[in-house]
């Protein structure tokens, strides 16, 4: 059974940085991507940056130059550096994996359960 692990959430004043981690576990096949989205209340979970085996990466406009994306292959492990945080990043974090499954191919996405980050003064 697939778990993601997540981390390093929690309140931070604007203007600070936090560290998410989340270790995914529990599957004989590969991870193609690992990505961070959020929800913020009464909002659609968005994607807020996505990264590949290969470290090929892409973030949305508004955290573009503050938060950093990396990935540790070797533990199955996705990191998301968060630098210069706004009020408006608060939200519900959640990590997610995209499996590959070789036969029949296809891809199966599996998340995490959430881990609150809340930036006030």
């Known amino acids: 059974q697939v778990q993601l692990v997540e981390s390093g959430g929690g309140l931070v004043q604007p203007g600070g940085s936090l560290r998410l981690s989340c270790a995914a576990s529990g599957s004989m096949f590969s991870i193609n991507s690992m990505a961070w989205y959020r929800q913020a209340p009464g909002k659609q979970r968005k994607l807020v940056a996505r990264?590949?085996?290969?470290?090929?990466?892409n973030y949305t406009g508004s955290v573009k130059g503050r938060f950093t994306i990396s990935r540790d292959n070797a533990k199955n492990t996705v990191y998301l550096q968060m630098n210069n945080l706004e009020p408006e990043d608060t939200a519900v974090y959640y990590c997610?994996?995209?499996?590959?499954?070789?036969?029949?191919?296809?891809?199966?996405?599996?998340w995490g359960q959430g881990t609150q980050v809340t930036v006030s003064s």
């Open positions: 990264i590949t085996g290969g470290g090929a990466t």
């Open positions: 997610n994996a995209v499996y590959v499954v070789p036969k029949p191919f296809h891809m199966v996405n599996y």
